[in-house]
């Protein structure tokens, strides 16, 4: 009966174990995502196989504004699946950006299929003796490393999708029947509830329970770390439940961005390292025929190209601080990854949440938007270097601090706390419990277990 639920509560709370809501796995979970991955398989083989004989041949994929359309509309579908109520609307608009994910696989596929022939600077290739703007493998690569991170977050947020919608209909469940106290609990034999109620009421933690049960119905979970960053910041929705489509689209992103800049840097260097020896051959025919013959092809084009070659090799390549900001950018998502690790689960939300909520933004301001203006990611050196030593030591020092410790920063630290916990989604609902205040609006007093004193 439920009042034995209620006696398992009081237990928990009063030796301050945590207390976690059992839940089973979403029905239908690995057949419904196997599902989504071969169609997508099947789907992005077939657009690849169509963009590569055909599509490219007839000029069709000349244009960056196809590919960028298609960038966007993933990026778009996952977005909006993750802010709007999981329902069969968000499972039709994610089939949808599975749809583009697979056309923009295709695409970038066929693109590198059709470009992997190294650095070509000037004549036909459009981009001027300087290589402003020319791809490099590594570019080539991390158009087909985004449009395969984009499929794989359609599964995970269609995992997601099903994963919440368990949780709202096991909230529902634990939701029947209750009262808003756990004195009103039911129990099919009268004499145990009474005698649990007159050692709850004894015991003093009635209310604190009753405030403690609120926290799990609405949190998923109550554990210390919860506990304390709620009494400093009040009710945080759903704060238990933890989803990973924009966190791995996210992280994705930030560890690229970094190997992509200093392999193209190494590219670029290679080829200009090339370019020198064919300027020292030049040098030596200057002081024979080349001085006699002006308009010679070969000497104009010496001419004309190796002051800016002398100019990209002016410094060695480890001296260029750019090459090790970039790697740095990286490192520090290595670095996430491995505290996301160690950390424990209740630490882990908030640490998901700082990177999708605060890294996502930067990398659509700083990296997304910026490309629409410049044709290559490598060009992007301010956007790497505030990246790398503003964004991610930020998101970093959230990761390792945790809700509890955030919170404690004045003023700031709990409109930190509940712009990154509480979940932001058209139909979703925001339980109005003000921070450190007890249901009689009151303060909540310290509870003594043992001697101690600790935050209810």
Not at 15 to 37: D, F, M, N, Y
Not at 185 to 199: G, H, L, N, R, W
Not at 379 to 408: D, E, H, N, Q
Request: hydrophobic letters at 45%.
């Amino acid at each position: 009966s439920r009042v034995w639920c209620a006696y398992e509560a009081y237990l928990a709370y009063s030796a301050s174990k945590e207390i976690i809501t059992a839940s089973a796995r979403a029905p239908r979970l690995v057949g419904q995502v196997a599902g989504l991955s071969c169609a997508i398989a099947i789907a992005a083989s077939l657009a690849t196989f169509v963009f590569h004989q055909y599509a490219y041949d007839a000029g069709w994929m000349n244009s960056d504004l196809r590919e960028l359309l298609l960038v966007a509309f993933s990026a778009v579908s996952l977005l909006v699946a993750s802010l709007i109520r999981p329902s069969e609307l968000t499972r039709a608009i994610l089939y949808t950006g599975g749809v583009s994910s697979c056309l923009l696989l295709g695409w970038t596929a066929a693109a590198c299929a059709h470009e992997w022939r190294g650095i070509e600077c000037g004549g036909t290739s459009g981009y001027g003796d300087d290589c402003a703007g020319v791809p490099t493998y590594a570019t080539l690569l991390y158009g087909c490393f985004t449009s395969l991170v984009f499929c794989v977050c359609i599964l995970v947020a269609e995992a997601d999708r099903l994963y919440l919608i368990q949780c709202r209909v096991e909230s529902e469940e634990l939701r029947n029947g209750y009262t808003g106290s756990l004195r009103g609990a039911e129990s099919t034999v009268q004499e145990d509830k009474a005698k649990i109620m007159e050692e709850l009421t004894s015991s003093g933690f009635a209310d604190d329970v009753d405030q403690a049960i609120d926290v799990v119905l609405n949190a998923g979970a109550l554990t210390q770390t919860l506990r304390t960053a709620i009494l400093r910041v009040g009710m945080l929705e759903q704060a238990g439940c933890q989803t990973l489509s924009m966190a791995v689209l996210t992280w994705s992103s930030w560890v690229v961005i970094g190997v992509v800049s200093v392999s193209s840097h190494v590219q670029l260097r290679e080829y200009w390292d090339r370019r020198k020896e064919y300027c020292l051959v030049y040098m030596r025919y200057e002081d024979g025929d080349c001085r006699h013959h002006l308009q010679d092809a070969y000497c104009h084009d010496g001419r004309q190209h190796c002051p800016l070659v002398a100019r990209k090799t002016a410094t060695p390549l480890a001296a260029e601080p750019d090459l090790y900001i970039a790697a740095l950018s990286s490192l520090a998502a290595v670095v996430w990854l491995a505290m996301y690790c160690c950390l424990p689960w209740d630490k882990r939300i908030f640490a998901v949440r700082s990177l999708a909520r605060v890294m996502g933004p930067a990398l659509l301001a700083l990296i997304v938007v910026p490309l629409m203006q410049v044709p290559q990611v490598y060009m992007l050196l301010w956007s790497v270097r505030i990246l790398a030593l503003v964004v991610a030591p930020a998101v970093l020092a959230l990761t390792a601090a945790g809700p509890a410790r955030t919170a404690a920063i004045p003023w700031l630290g709990p409109r930190l706390v509940r712009g990154l916990m509480v979940r932001v989604g058209l139909g979703s609902r925001r339980a109005s419990v003000p921070p450190a205040s007890g249901r009689d609006g009151g303060q909540r007093r310290p509870v003594e277990r043992g001697g101690s004193s600790e935050e209810a």
